[in-house]
């Protein structure tokens, strides 16, 4: 470990999510969420199968604990796949299996926090998935990351 760095990590979550759900070796996603997808109440299944509720109740559970620990880049997405809890249609699981198959291809990434130089010791870098990276500053506390 490198002096002034340090690393968020919790790749065996994820890898037993994948592992649990059948999606370890699926084809990995670039986003989490389908582009254009919009999840309505019109979509939902007023009385889901058992084991299909069970299913999708256990994919956005693991996904609400992997959103508040390190994978930040999933919190869209489990926002909206937990709207539908009660009631999932087929394609709220078709939302939550592409949630899986971006975890496939970001299972094992990393958030590191450091110091750029101890001439500036008030940085803060950070990897952010899918956005790239951030750095934030006393200055500028919330950049516009996404311009």
């Known amino acids: 470990m490198d002096k002034g760095t340090t690393y968020l990590s919790q790749t065996h ?10 999606f370890w070796n699926s084809t990995p996603r670039l ?9 309505n109440k019109e979509d939902c299944d007023k009385n889901p199968a058992p084991d299909f509720h069970r299913r999708y109740r256990g994919i956005v559970g693991s996904l609400g604990y992997l959103v508040t620990m390190t994978l930040l880049d999933l919190a869209l997405a489990y926002s909206e796949l937990s709207k539908y809890v ?9 939302a939550a ?14 958030i ?11 940085v803060l870098w950070g990897w952010k998935m899918q956005i790239g990276l ?14």
């Open 13 to 22: 979550y994820p890898e037993k999510i994948l592992r649990t759900h059948n």
């Open 31 to 39: 986003t989490p969420m389908q582009p254009n997808t919009r999840l």
């Open 86 to 94: 009660r009631f999932p249609g087929k394609l709220h699981m078709l």
């Open 97 to 110: 299996e592409h949630v899986l198959c971006n975890l496939c291809g970001t299972w094992n990434q990393t």
């Open 112 to 122: 590191c926090y450091s110091r750029d130089s101890y001439e500036n010791p008030n």
């Open 134 to 147: 951030v750095t934030l500053t006393p200055a500028d506390p919330t950049p516009d990351i996404f311009s």
